[in-house]
């Protein structure tokens, strides 16, 4: 237990920003060179690519991240879980790759078939993905260092090679490849530390658990891919589906960031429960949880803010006044949604719940999934209503989990303390301060600068000026002094 949860959280803060550095560069330069029928075509084969490969990773993530923190300290026991959940794997993404090779020979029209192969190479590459066990054994320094060197070098191959109109099938190759070898360096380090055990292998035993988190793992499918597969119904382009696509993948590329707050504490949360350290456990889940809060909400609203300018910097002219009204509705949505995490990965899951999270997912999913048909059959459904809709189920379903949390499982955490709150309310004055700059006619760049800038250094302001807990914490940490309050 030597490790920092501060350095963990550090390394994946770091890697977060970098996996959104790297798109808001490559981009703009893809959907611009590109254009809309090539990037179209890429979005659906990897919408496609993305519900595969719930089968090929079978839960297997999350239930290894929990399962390896809880018995880190017996190497044995760690060699014996790894090499069962490898061989599972493996069967598993062997058997979603032929799958997928029948879906794209037999559904998919001739001429997108070539893309669509390419994307096998990822499901193919699913069998070496390691990363949960990294992450379980805190690895966290060698992930994003690994990481961010194998993706600077997969961009710069990118821009050598992607610079023709008609060269989407170099760009989905260059992307599964870059899957391929990451995943392979990962193996290849883990293997190093961590034998393989087979004589330990009972496959048997971890086909209900699994199950069960993939079962969870359908049940997320039930909202936002649902919309892109309802939305993929309305054109054979896929244009509706870039629109809602674009800005998503924005916004969960920012998520991320703010979400490497909790994902570095979920080892350390799941060893103290398996050790009985309950106190442990609720200090941290409070500390890391009003960490997450600092940031999310004043990033969910200045999104929100600068919805235009964002796409117009990031999905290129072409798609921001298509685009920026989609982002405005993500960024709302997310403020409702932002404890989906907490309640999930470091509440129900840590603590054994996965069936109570089927029956409460389950029933928010076949909500949205109501709503969408009903959607379509009026002609209603566009992008801004499809989140509309899945933001309204998410809401049903996160209010059914919090009553679960607080009554049934009786755990102490205040989603609506004022610590928690004020952190939405004093972002919501970036709302008239991006309006009045924006008045100014300043342009996209100057606008989207200023605004964050003055946005940012009121709210850092006020944090300092109100003696802000958290705000102190991660000075104090940084800094290695101890600050005036």
């Keep these: 237990?030597?490790?920092?949860?501060?350095?963990?959280?550090?390394?994946?803060?770091?890697?977060?920003?970098?996996?959104?550095?790297?798109?808001?560069?490559?981009?703009?330069?893809?959907?611009?060179?590109?254009?809309?029928?090539?990037?179209?075509?890429?979005?659906?084969?990897?919408?496609?690519?993305?519900?595969?490969?719930?089968?090929?990773?079978?839960?297997?993530?999350?239930?290894?991240?929990?399962?390896?923190?809880?018995?880190?300290?017996?190497?044995?026991?760690?060699?014996?879980?790894?090499?069962?959940?490898?061989?599972?794997?493996?069967?598993?993404?062997?058997?979603?790759?032929?799958?997928?090779?029948?879906?794209?020979?037999?559904?998919?029209?001739?001429?997108?078939?070539?893309?669509?192969?390419?994307?096998?190479?990822?499901?193919?590459?699913?069998?070496?993905?390691?990363?949960?066990?990294?992450?379980?054994?805190?690895?966290?320094?060698?992930i994003a260092k690994k990481t961010m060197l194998i993706r600077c070098a997969s961009t710069v191959f990118l821009f050598l090679t992607v610079t023709h109109p008609d060269d989407v099938m170099i760009y989905a190759g260059l992307m599964s490849v870059t899957v391929l070898v990451n995943n392979l360096t990962s193996f290849i380090y883990i293997k190093r530390q961590i034998p393989f055990a087979f004589s330990a292998v009972r496959l048997s035993r971890y086909i209900k658990p699994l199950l069960l988190m993939l079962i969870i793992a359908n049940i997320n499918y039930l909202y936002t891919q649902v919309d892109r597969l309802f939305l993929k119904q309305l054109d054979l382009e896929g244009i509706a589906l870039t629109q809602y696509t674009l800005p998503s993948?924005?916004?969960?590329?920012?998520?991320?960031?703010?979400?490497?707050?909790?994902?570095?504490?979920?080892?350390?949360?799941?060893?103290?429960?398996?050790?009985?350290?309950?106190?442990?456990?609720?200090?941290?889940?409070?500390?890391?949880?009003?960490?997450?809060?600092?940031?999310?909400?004043?990033?969910?609203?200045?999104?929100?803010?600068?919805?235009?300018?964002?796409?117009?910097?990031?999905?290129?002219?072409?798609?921001?006044?298509?685009?920026?009204?989609?982002?405005?509705?993500?960024?709302?949505?997310c403020i409702v949604t932002s404890v989906y995490t907490i309640f999930t990965n470091q509440i129900l899951y840590l603590k054994g719940q996965e069936k109570a999270m089927v029956k409460i997912l389950g029933f928010g999913g076949l909500v949205n999934v109501i709503a969408d048909t009903l959607l379509l059959i009026s002609g209603r459904l566009t992008p801004v209503s499809a989140i509309v809709s899945t933001g309204l189920a998410e809401l049903l379903m996160l209010s059914v989990m919090y009553g679960f949390i607080r009554r049934r499982m009786k755990v102490d955490f205040r989603l609506f303390s004022l610590k928690n709150m004020k952190y939405l309310l004093a972002s919501l004055l970036f709302i008239p301060a991006a309006w009045g700059i924006r008045k100014l006619g300043l342009g996209i760049l100057p606008t989207a600068i200023l605004t964050a800038g003055i946005c940012g250094g009121y709210y850092f302001g006020l944090l300092l000026l109100t003696k802000d807990e958290m705000l102190f914490f991660f000075l104090q940490k940084i800094f290695g002094k101890q600050l005036k309050r």
């Design 1 to 142: 237990m030597s490790k920092s949860i501060l350095k963990n959280t550090l390394y994946q803060f770091s890697l977060s920003v970098f996996n959104i550095i790297i798109p808001v560069l490559v981009g703009p330069y893809i959907n611009w060179l590109l254009g809309v029928e090539q990037v179209s075509l890429y979005n659906s084969a990897n919408t496609m690519l993305t519900f595969f490969l719930i089968f090929a990773t079978f839960g297997i993530y999350n239930f290894g991240v929990r399962e390896i923190s809880r018995i880190k300290d017996d190497k044995a026991a760690v060699s014996a879980l790894f090499t069962n959940l490898f061989c599972f794997g493996l069967i598993t993404s062997l058997l979603t790759a032929l799958g997928y090779g029948l879906y794209t020979l037999l559904a998919v029209p001739e001429k997108q078939q070539g893309v669509f192969a390419l994307m096998l190479i990822q499901i193919l590459a699913n069998i070496f993905m390691v990363e949960w066990l990294n992450e379980a054994l805190e690895n966290y320094g060698f």
């Design 249 to 333: 993948n924005l916004i969960n590329m920012v998520l991320v960031v703010v979400q490497s707050l909790l994902v570095a504490s979920v080892p350390r949360l799941s060893y103290y429960l398996a050790q009985g350290n309950e106190e442990g456990y609720s200090e941290l889940l409070a500390k890391s949880s009003r960490s997450y809060f600092l940031l999310v909400y004043p990033v969910c609203i200045g999104l929100f803010c600068l919805s235009y300018e964002a796409m117009y910097l990031y999905g290129s002219v072409k798609w921001a006044d298509a685009t920026a009204p989609v982002l405005r509705m993500f960024a709302l949505r």
